[in-house]
Antibody, heavy 121, light 113 residues
């Protein structure tokens, strides 16, 4: 079945790095743009980054993470990554991986269960 | 960036009654070329990821009960739940996918009165 499974979360000190992974299965990975969306405790959803498969403008980032986070994908492994550097306390959140059909978007129709990142000294 | 604003922030409705949640975008999310509104609604139950309910402002995702409906166009949208059920307790989020960055409303918490 269609599935997204995140991993890599944990507790990390401010200023350190963490790499999240999202394993996709059950669908054609190359047909989808892949997003990271986060949710701080008790807060709403915040879009973090997207990587499209095709096109020229493949990566985009929220201003809050630009220059610190890097999104990438390994299409041979059907896996999405988020490299998070210089982590701050306000990066503490559940990080979700989600997909969006690239050629005709209709929202984010599949979400992973999320992985929790806690930035604390 | 397109700012999405939902109202109210929280809502308590009796079982079997109607719940209405509003979402306003800071600019139109209607593409004139295909006359589609690039607006989605998500339901998020406690401890779970969001679930896509409605896209194109009014199209229900497969498997979503027909008591959920979406309406509106341009900048003003509404999610309506007719005959509220206990399992509808959740936070509801609107989101635009008209352009980047994708942006969400702040969420509306729906409870049973």
């Amino acid at each position: 079945q269609v599935q997204l499974v995140e991993s890599g979360g944990g507790v990390v000190q401010p200023g350190r790095s963490l790499r999240l992974s999202c394993a996709a299965s059950g669908f054609t990975f190359s047909n989808y743009g892949m997003h990271w969306v986060r949710q701080a405790p008790g807060q709403g959803l915040e879009w973090v980054a997207v990587m499209w498969y095709g096109g020229t403008d493949k990566e985009k980032y929220a201003d809050s993470v630009k220059g610190r986070f890097t999104i990438s994908r390994d299409n041979s492994k059907n896996t999405l990554y988020l490299q998070m550097n210089s982590l701050r306390a306000d990066d503490t959140a559940v990080y979700y991986c989600t997909r969006e059909l690239e050629l005709e978007a209709y929202g984010m129709d599949v979400w992973g269960q999320g992985t929790t990142v806690t930035v604390s000294s | 960036d397109i700012v999405m604003t939902q109202s109210p922030d929280s809502l308590a409705v009796s079982l079997g009654e109607r719940a209405t949640i509003n979402c306003k975008s800071s600019q139109s999310v209607l593409y004139n070329s295909n006359n589609k509104n690039y607006l989605a609604w998500y339901q998020q139950k406690p401890g779970q990821p969001p679930k896509l309910l409605i896209y194109w402002a009014s199209t229900r995702e497969s498997g979503v009960p027909d008591r959920f409906s979406g309406s509106g166009s341009g900048t003003d949208f509404t999610l309506t739940i007719t005959s509220l059920q206990a399992e509808d307790v959740a936070v509801y989020h609107c989101q635009q996918y008209y352009n980047s960055p994708r942006t969400f409303g702040q969420g509306t918490k729906l409870e049973i009165k």
